[in-house]
């Protein structure tokens, strides 16, 4: 089945820890996307990805970092700099820059 | 920088009503706007993509168009059924291209 996973579904930290989120896709995608979900908000954009070996940031890119070494993975550091890192996270891809979005299942981050 | 609104935030209507969902943006200039659904703690599922050259998408029971010079698209759905209670997410691609914008949804219930 092509498609987005997200690993693991729930993740738990202690503060000060740094937490790398997993994103693959098999949809032969060229761009990939981080966004982060607050209740209340609309989703964000934190980083995103056009072609390997390039990435760009987003809106909230403070206290996140990404590689993007494999077309099929964009992984994503929540580093200790991010004040504020608990959230539900969510990986989308399409085949062109900005064209139609697949999103993945989500993780949601809790730090403490 | 484009805005985007959907109104209401929450509805509840009965079982086999046909309703309307609403997404107001506020540049016209977009590339295009994508409709998804979001059930609760679960990724984003998309439902229909509309070109800007295009004035409306159906699918099944849901049928989404959209008026550029408005502002405006809205997402109809027939026979409303149980199932179909999640939150809808409308997300806006402005002209240039640059960065997908979203709505901040509207949680819709359906009764039986």
């Known amino acids: 089945d092509g498609g987005i996973t997200q690993s693991p579904k729930y993740l738990f930290r202690k503060e000060g820890q740094n937490v790398t989120l997993s994103c693959e896709q098999n949809l032969n995608h060229d761009a990939m996307y981080w966004y982060r979900q607050d209740p209340g908000q609309g989703l964000r954009l934190i980083y995103y990805?056009?072609?390997?070996?390039?990435?760009q940031k987003g809106d909230i890119a403070e206290g996140y970092s990404v590689s993007r070494e494999k077309k099929e993975s964009f992984p994503l550091t929540v580093t200790s700099a991010q004040k504020n890192p608990t959230a539900f996270y969510l990986c989308a891809s399409s085949m062109v820059h900005w064209g139609e979005q697949y999103f993945g299942p989500g993780t949601r981050l809790t730090v403490t | 920088k484009q805005e985007v609104t959907q109104i209401p935030a929450a509805l509840s209507v009965p079982e086999g009503e046909n309703l309307v969902l609403n997404c107001s943006f506020t540049?016209?200039?977009?590339?295009?706007l994508q409709w998804f659904r979001q059930d609760p703690g679960k990724g984003l599922t998309s439902l229909l993509l509309?070109?800007?050259?295009?004035r409306e998408q159906t699918s099944g029971r849901l049928n989404a168009s959209l008026d550029k010079s408005s502002g405006r698209s809205t997402l109809y759905i027939a026979a409303s059924q149980p199932g179909d209670s999640a939150t809808y997410l409308c997300a806006v691609i402005p002209g240039t291209a640059s960065k997908l914008t979203f709505g901040t949804g509207t949680r819709l219930q359906v009764t039986l």
């Open positions: 540049d016209s200039a977009i590339y295009n």
């Open positions: 509309i070109q800007s050259s295009q």
């Open positions: 990805s056009q072609i390997v070996n390039d990435f």
